[in-house]
Protein backbone atom coordinates (compact mmCIF):
# COMPACT_ATOMS: atom_id res chain seq x y z
CA UNK A 1 0.00 0.00 0.00
CA UNK A 2 1.46 3.64 -0.39
CA UNK A 3 0.14 7.14 0.80
CA UNK A 4 0.93 9.89 -0.93
CA UNK A 5 0.63 13.46 0.36
CA UNK A 6 1.34 16.93 -1.51
CA UNK A 7 3.10 20.01 -0.09
CA UNK A 8 3.97 23.37 -1.48
CA UNK A 9 0.87 24.42 -2.87
CA UNK A 10 -0.05 28.37 -2.23
CA UNK A 11 -1.27 31.35 -3.33
CA UNK A 12 1.37 33.47 -6.07
CA UNK A 13 1.18 35.95 -8.20
CA UNK A 14 1.33 35.35 -11.76
CA UNK A 15 4.89 35.16 -13.15
CA UNK A 16 5.55 33.41 -9.66
CA UNK A 17 7.32 30.23 -8.78
CA UNK A 18 6.50 27.58 -6.99
CA UNK A 19 7.52 24.13 -6.11
CA UNK A 20 5.17 20.68 -5.19
CA UNK A 21 6.44 17.97 -3.62
CA UNK A 22 4.80 14.74 -3.18
CA UNK A 23 6.03 12.07 -0.39
CA UNK A 24 5.73 8.94 -0.35
CA UNK A 25 5.04 6.28 2.94
CA UNK A 26 4.72 2.62 3.52
CA UNK A 27 7.38 2.18 0.33
CA UNK A 28 9.81 3.94 -2.10
CA UNK A 29 8.32 4.11 -5.47
CA UNK A 30 11.13 2.15 -7.31
CA UNK A 31 9.49 1.10 -10.46
CA UNK A 32 6.43 3.33 -10.59
CA UNK A 33 4.85 6.22 -12.89
CA UNK A 34 4.93 9.28 -10.44
CA UNK A 35 2.62 12.00 -12.29
CA UNK A 36 0.90 14.96 -12.00
CA UNK A 37 -2.65 15.81 -12.40
CA UNK A 38 -4.94 18.83 -11.48
CA UNK A 39 -8.13 19.56 -12.00
CA UNK A 40 -9.91 23.16 -11.91
CA UNK A 41 -13.43 23.79 -11.01
CA UNK A 42 -16.07 22.59 -13.08
CA UNK A 43 -13.32 20.73 -15.38
CA UNK A 44 -12.35 16.95 -15.42
CA UNK A 45 -8.76 16.07 -13.77
CA UNK A 46 -6.04 16.72 -16.28
CA UNK A 47 -2.62 15.10 -16.56
CA UNK A 48 0.24 17.87 -15.91
CA UNK A 49 3.08 15.83 -16.27
CA UNK A 50 4.98 11.86 -15.62
CA UNK A 51 7.57 10.12 -15.02
CA UNK A 52 8.01 6.86 -16.54
CA UNK A 53 8.99 3.70 -14.67
CA UNK A 54 12.10 2.50 -15.35
CA UNK A 55 11.28 -0.11 -17.72
CA UNK A 56 9.48 2.38 -19.68
CA UNK A 57 13.17 4.60 -19.55
CA UNK A 58 12.52 6.88 -16.51
CA UNK A 59 11.44 9.36 -19.54
CA UNK A 60 9.61 12.59 -18.22
CA UNK A 61 6.51 13.56 -19.99
CA UNK A 62 4.28 16.87 -20.11
CA UNK A 63 0.97 18.20 -21.33
CA UNK A 64 2.18 20.46 -24.39
CA UNK A 65 1.00 23.59 -23.35
CA UNK A 66 3.17 23.46 -20.07
CA UNK A 67 6.17 22.43 -21.84
CA UNK A 68 9.17 24.86 -20.59
CA UNK A 69 6.95 25.78 -17.67
CA UNK A 70 7.04 22.84 -15.75
CA UNK A 71 9.43 20.47 -14.89
CA UNK A 72 8.91 17.22 -13.25
CA UNK A 73 11.71 15.01 -10.93
CA UNK A 74 12.45 12.97 -8.18
CA UNK A 75 14.90 12.60 -5.45
CA UNK A 76 17.87 9.51 -5.42
CA UNK A 77 15.40 7.76 -2.65
CA UNK A 78 12.45 7.57 -4.73
CA UNK A 79 10.36 8.34 -2.01
CA UNK A 80 9.38 12.01 -3.01
CA UNK A 81 8.63 14.05 -5.99
CA UNK A 82 8.36 17.03 -7.18
CA UNK A 83 6.75 19.31 -9.61
CA UNK A 84 8.46 22.75 -10.36
CA UNK A 85 6.28 25.47 -11.96
CA UNK A 86 7.68 28.50 -13.60
CA UNK A 87 6.23 31.37 -14.70
CA UNK A 88 2.81 31.09 -13.37
CA UNK A 89 -0.46 31.78 -15.03
CA UNK A 90 -4.15 32.32 -14.11
CA UNK A 91 -5.58 29.48 -15.95
CA UNK A 92 -2.80 27.46 -13.90
CA UNK A 93 -4.89 27.67 -10.83
CA UNK A 94 -6.26 24.25 -9.88
CA UNK A 95 -6.18 21.73 -6.84
CA UNK A 96 -2.96 19.66 -8.02
CA UNK A 97 -2.60 15.90 -7.20
CA UNK A 98 0.15 13.49 -7.37
CA UNK A 99 -0.50 10.03 -8.50
CA UNK A 100 1.50 7.07 -8.85
CA UNK A 101 0.91 3.04 -9.85
CA UNK A 102 3.29 0.10 -10.26
CA UNK A 103 1.96 -1.24 -13.67
CA UNK A 104 0.51 1.18 -15.64
CA UNK A 105 1.54 1.01 -19.46
CA UNK A 106 3.16 3.18 -21.05
CA UNK A 107 0.19 4.25 -23.49
CA UNK A 108 -1.82 4.82 -20.35
CA UNK A 109 0.52 7.40 -18.42
CA UNK A 110 -2.02 10.36 -18.79
CA UNK A 111 -4.87 8.77 -18.27
CA UNK A 112 -5.62 9.16 -14.79
CA UNK A 113 -8.21 6.46 -14.41
CA UNK A 114 -5.16 4.62 -14.50
CA UNK A 115 -3.58 5.27 -11.34
CA UNK A 116 -3.98 3.67 -8.22
CA UNK A 117 -2.72 6.04 -5.18
CA UNK A 118 -3.02 9.36 -4.88
CA UNK A 119 -2.79 11.89 -3.06
CA UNK A 120 -5.53 14.39 -1.07
CA UNK A 121 -4.41 17.17 -3.48
CA UNK A 122 -3.10 20.75 -2.51
CA UNK A 123 -4.68 24.21 -4.03
CA UNK A 124 -2.54 26.13 -5.86
CA UNK A 125 -4.06 29.61 -6.60
CA UNK A 126 -2.33 31.92 -9.70
CA UNK A 127 -3.88 35.58 -8.96
CA UNK A 128 -3.27 38.11 -11.92
Known amino acids: QVQLVESGGGLVQAGGSLRLSCTAS????????MAWFRQSPGKEREFVAVIAPPRHGSRTYYEDSLKGRFTVSTDNTKTTFFLQMNDLKADDTAVYYC???????????????????WGPGTQVTVSS
Open 26 to 33: GRTLRGFA
Open 99 to 117: ACDERIILSSLRLPDEYDY
